[in-house]
């Protein structure tokens, strides 16, 4: 399967699952999220069963390549930091942070060398406290309080999305322009130039004393638009024609036309 992510995010274990659609679920998730290293802790079924390789939608690779381990001691013991899930709080005293805060401890631990991992329970139960007293620090996903109820592909999706968001460099928001460009200032400068100088000759700005006020406004209007260089030319375009429409329509009407175009 290829490491398009490299060898470095941190493990899942996922303990005693009970499903195998539930296993092939957790692949898809990890994988959208560029997690690639999976370990099972005594699985009820089979994780290389037909529902499950159905359920991973393509990540079935990384089932193949999935670690099984008899016990959760075994299965984190060249592990250096080790995160429990959990959606309830338990009677340790334990740090407890959000995916968004383990993300970034584990974006930083793993820059350092060490070898991480999170840890989830069965479905049904989750993780018992003997699992969760092995960990480092517990991650609890901040829900709504009255329904925090997650499956175990949700719970994996969480926390790694935060993981992928974490190191990931897309801009928050960005104009795409396909095969135009952002206009220039200048562009933009020419356009109002037309606009305003076409709205004079039909009368829109005539009131002088309003006009500076109007001018700024439909100026503003276009400033947020993002227009590009081609929506920039279809504007100009637009004006020509509208200016071009006037004109013929204050042609005079060919004798005997009316003005409602009956003969």
Same mark, same amino acid.
Not at 214 to 240: P, W, Y
């Given at each position: ?30 994988? *959208? ?5 999976? %370990?099972? @802790? ?21 089932? /193949?390549? #999935? ?6 001691? #075994?299965?984190?013991? =060249?592990? *250096?930091? @080790? ?30 060398? $060490? ?7 069965? $479905? ?7 699992? @969760? ?7 609890? @996903? ?36 396909? =095969?135009? /460009? ?23 700005? %005539? ?11 439909? /100026? *503003? ?11 920039? /030319? ?8 509208? %200016? ?15 003005? =409602?175009?009956?003969?």
């Amino acid at each position: 399967m290829s490491r398009v992510f490299g060898e470095n995010a941190p493990a899942i274990v996922l303990v005693r699952p009970q499903l195998a659609e539930n296993i092939g679920m957790v692949a898809r998730a990890m994988l *959208n999220c560029g997690l690639t290293a999976l %370990r099972l @802790v005594a699985p009820r079924e089979d994780w290389l069963a037909e529902k499950a390789i159905a359920s991973a939608s393509g990540a079935d690779g990384l089932l /193949r390549e #999935a670690r099984f381990f008899e016990t959760t001691e #075994a299965a984190i013991a =060249d592990i *250096n930091r @080790v995160y429990a899930t959990t959606a309830r709080r338990r009677d340790m005293i334990k740090r407890v942070l959000t995916p968004r805060g383990a993300a970034g401890r584990l974006r930083s631990q793993v820059a350092a060398g $060490e070898r991480c991992a999170v840890m989830f329970g069965p $479905e049904r139960t989750g993780l018992s406290n003997d699992d @969760v007293a092995l960990a480092d620090a517990i991650v609890e @996903v901040p829900l709504n309080p009255a329904y925090c109820s997650l499956n175990l592909a949700q719970a994996v999706l969480l926390l790694g999305y935060e993981w992928y968001q974490a190191g990931d460099a897309t801009p928050a928001e960005q104009l795409v322009t396909n =095969d135009t /460009r952002p206009a220039t200032r200048g562009e933009l400068l020419g356009f109002f130039d037309h606009l305003e100088r076409e709205l004079d000759d039909c009368g829109f700005l %005539r009131n002088a004393a309003k006009r500076p006020g109007m001018v700024r406004n439909l /100026r *503003n209007l276009f400033e947020r638009a993002d227009l590009s260089e081609q929506e920039i /030319r279809t504007l100009h375009g637009v004006i020509k024609e509208l %200016r071009h429409g006037r004109v013929e329509r204050a042609q005079p009407l060919p004798v005997g036309v009316m003005e =409602d175009g009956a003969g």
